[in-house]
């Protein structure tokens, strides 16, 4: 009898990850590959999806069941089901499904329970479950939102250096900017950010974090503003749980997995008004989702039409 197994995705604006499980969740297989996130490129996306899963099934011989793929950038595009059938005729017309990375990250972070799952990485977002319903705020893309996570806490320390420079005021983040852009001056910082892409910017996040640890001032108030703006999505989600409301909350993305200061705000802003409000930090292996996805909602590709 062959091998059946399933494949979870995990796409996303920097890489995407493709990880094989047998239908007892045992891990059988994992590949990389390019960027997932549609809607900063619809086609490479869809196509970065296809080739890691199809990388991914020429290393395992048995039959694959079904790809759950969690996509960066699929709430702004929308059209989950076109979505899914697309990336289905590039993977051998297998059923697949098409999520957000954000429900993807939910699904493994709470393993089948109800709870929320904040994510702060290039962008951000909180989804919660509860009793099969979704409850979701924030998720809006950098211009419109994306509270706490490394492109709002870049950007927001780029504001802070500039604001100084202006003053000619002493600001640690000035010369943290000059470094990383290889300029004299903070005028000159501009032009290049301005050219960089999203991830690019967000990459800037550890840096400012790096300065917050060592005690500077300028650098601690950007952290700390970002991470009350989480808090606060945070406790907006918990208010419109109905009661009792599930006090599970996992934390993911590599904004919150590698800031212990960030970590510490947000959870202590939270309790203030919800103190049963227990905290973990997931493993990121949010591929893993697939192992926990009861949706009957997977698409075949047949034609155009049917989309």
């Given at each position: 009898?062959?091998?059946?197994?399933?494949?979870?995705?995990?796409?996303?604006?920097?890489?995407?990850?493709?990880?094989?499980?047998?239908?007892?969740?045992?891990?059988?297989?994992?590949?990389?590959?390019?960027?997932?996130?549609?809607?900063?490129?619809?086609?490479?996306?869809?196509?970065?999806?296809?080739?890691?899963?199809?990388?991914?099934?020429?290393?395992?011989?048995?039959?694959?069941?079904?790809?759950?793929?969690?996509?960066?950038?699929?709430?702004?595009?929308?059209?989950?089901?076109?979505?899914?059938a697309t990336i289905?005729?590039?993977i051998n017309n297998l059923p697949t499904?098409?999520?957000?990375?954000?429900?993807?990250?939910?699904?493994?972070?709470?393993?089948?329970?109800?709870?929320?799952?904040?994510?702060?990485?290039?962008?951000?977002?909180?989804?919660?479950?509860?009793?099969?319903?979704?409850?979701?705020?924030?998720?809006?893309?950098?211009?419109?939102?994306?509270?706490?996570?490394?492109?709002?806490?870049?950007?927001?320390?780029?504001?802070?250096?500039?604001?100084?420079?202006?003053?000619?005021?002493?600001?640690?983040?000035?010369?943290?900017?000059?470094?990383?852009?290889?300029?004299?001056?903070?005028?000159?910082?501009?032009?290049?950010?301005?050219?960089?892409?999203?991830?690019?910017?967000?990459?800037?996040?550890?840096?400012?974090?790096?300065?917050?640890?060592?005690?500077?001032?300028?650098?601690?108030?950007?952290?700390?503003?970002?991470?009350?703006?989480?808090?606060?999505?945070?406790?907006?989600?918990?208010?419109?749980?109905?009661?009792?409301?599930?006090?599970?909350?996992?934390?993911?993305?590599?904004?919150?997995?590698?800031?212990?200061?960030?970590?510490?705000?947000?959870?202590?802003?939270?309790?203030?008004?919800?103190?049963?409000?227990?905290?973990?930090?997931?493993?990121?292996?949010?591929?893993?989702?697939?192992?926990?996805?009861?949706?009957?909602?997977?698409?075949?590709?047949?034609?155009?039409?049917?989309?």
């Amino acid at each position: 009898m062959a091998l059946k197994y399933q494949i979870g995705v995990d796409a996303g604006g920097t890489h995407s990850t493709a990880i094989a499980y047998d239908m007892d969740g045992k891990e059988l297989g994992r590949a990389e590959g390019g960027p997932g996130q549609i809607n900063a490129d619809y086609e490479g996306g869809i196509n970065n999806i296809a080739n890691v899963v199809n990388d991914l099934m020429n290393k395992i011989d048995g039959d694959c069941m079904r790809v759950l793929a969690g996509i960066a950038g699929l709430s702004v595009v929308g059209n989950a089901p076109e979505v899914a059938a697309t990336i289905s005729s590039k993977i051998n017309n297998l059923p697949t499904r098409a999520i957000t990375d954000s429900l993807l990250a939910l699904y493994n972070g709470l393993e089948g329970d109800d709870g929320a799952v904040v994510i702060a990485g290039t962008g951000s977002v909180f989804n919660g479950l509860q009793d099969g319903h979704l409850i979701s705020v924030g998720g809006y893309g950098n211009i419109l939102g994306d509270e706490g996570s490394g492109y709002a806490i870049a950007v927001a320390a780029m504001k802070s250096a500039l604001l100084s420079w202006d003053k000619r005021e002493d600001n640690a983040l000035i010369p943290m900017f000059t470094k990383l852009f290889g300029v004299e001056h903070m005028d000159d910082c501009n032009a290049k950010f301005y050219r960089m892409s999203n991830p690019e910017v967000a990459s800037m996040a550890v840096h400012v974090a790096k300065l917050a640890d060592s005690g500077d001032k300028d650098a601690t108030r950007v952290i700390k503003d970002q991470a009350h703006l989480l808090a606060r999505d945070i406790i907006i989600s918990l208010d419109r749980y109905e009661d009792p409301k599930p006090m599970k909350i996992a934390l993911t993305g590599s904004v919150l997995a590698k800031n212990e200061m960030m970590r510490g705000l947000i959870e202590d802003e939270v309790k203030t008004k919800y103190p049963d409000a227990t905290f973990s930090v997931s493993n990121g292996e949010n591929a893993r989702g697939v192992i926990f996805d009861k949706s009957k909602d997977y698409h075949y590709f047949t034609n155009h039409e049917d989309r």
